[in-house]
Structures are given as structure tokens and as C-alpha cells.
């Protein structure tokens, strides 16, 4: 299959968007999207942007993305965390996903970070065995704990 790697541009948007839909309905949240096409574009494109993502295109549609921000280790300084690599699901297995975690490796390359971070569900063994045949070491004894919006809001409302 014939693809570019390029960074995305804001008339990406809704096809990005609709890749974020379809991972959400692969990991069984399909409901659990609200950002909008507008968000994304505010935010990956604004004048405090939040976000930098890659694009997999062919034949101007959008066949996978790497979406990626910056963070701060306290141990090791400077790291960039992948929130999401998405490949559309009938064009898995050609070479798109390897190529869009070289662009993000490079990209951390050249900021010059000291990691590059993500999660990926224990239970997604494709995904697993993909990243550690690429030298990414799975940390199965870390969990993952996020406050949602409404879980912040009741802890404000403790204080």
C-alpha cells in the first residue's frame, strides 16, 4: 500500500476525528468521545497549541494517526507522550502503524526527550506484541489512574 507520513494540517480534523471514534468503539467506550472537530482544531492548531499529531494519508484520506504532547518526567526531565496511534481497521498489517511510531520517535528524537510514554490495554495483545517487538518495554506492574470530570469535580467539592 502507497502512504505518506506527514504532519496533520487542520482540514485533517474530521477525518482524525473519526479515527478517534472508531479506536473508542475498539476499545468498547464508544460513547466515551466529546472532544469536537472544533476542539481538536483549537487545540492542535491555536495560539496554544496542545498537540502535535502525524498523519498517515493516501489519496487524501486519512488512514492512521499519531497524536502526541509534551510532559515532564521528574526523573528524567523532558518526555513526549503518545495518546493515541490509530490505524483504520482495514489497513492494519501494512506497515502503516511502524511508520507512523518512527515519525513520533523521531519527533522526540529531534526535541531531544528523554522518553517517550503511552498506555496500551492489557488485553490488546496485537498492540503489545507490535511495541515490544520495536524495543517499547510494557510496564504491566503500573496502573493508570485518571480523576474524570465529574470524579474532579466532587473532589473539589470535598475541599
Known sequence: MDFIIREAIEKDMPQIL????????????????EVT??????????????FHCFVAEADKIV???AL??????????????????????????????NALLAEVVKYGHR???????WEVLDWNETAIDFYESRGAKVM?????????EKAIQGFIARL
Not at 472537530?37 to 496542545?50: N, P, S, W, Y
Not at 504491566?140 to 474524570?148: E, F, Y
Open 63 to 65: 488512514l492512521g494517526m
Open 18 to 33: 473519526e479515527l478517534i471514534k472508531e479506536l473508542a468503539i475498539f476499545e468498547k467506550e464508544g460513547n466515551a468521545v
Open 111 to 117: 526535541l531531544g526527550v528523554k522518553r517517550i510514554c
Open 140 to 148: 504491566r506492574d503500573w496502573d493508570v489512574v485518571q480523576l474524570d
Open 68 to 97: 502526541v504532547y509534551p510532559r515532564y518526567s521528574t526523573w528524567k526531565g523532558p518526555v513526549v507522550h503518545l495518546e493515541d496511534l490509530i490505524v483504520r481497521e482495514g489497513t492494519r498489517g501494512s506497515g502503516i502503524g
Open 37 to 50: 472537530v472544533e476542539d481538536l482544531t483549537r487545540d492542535g492548531f491555536g495560539d496554544k497549541k496542545l
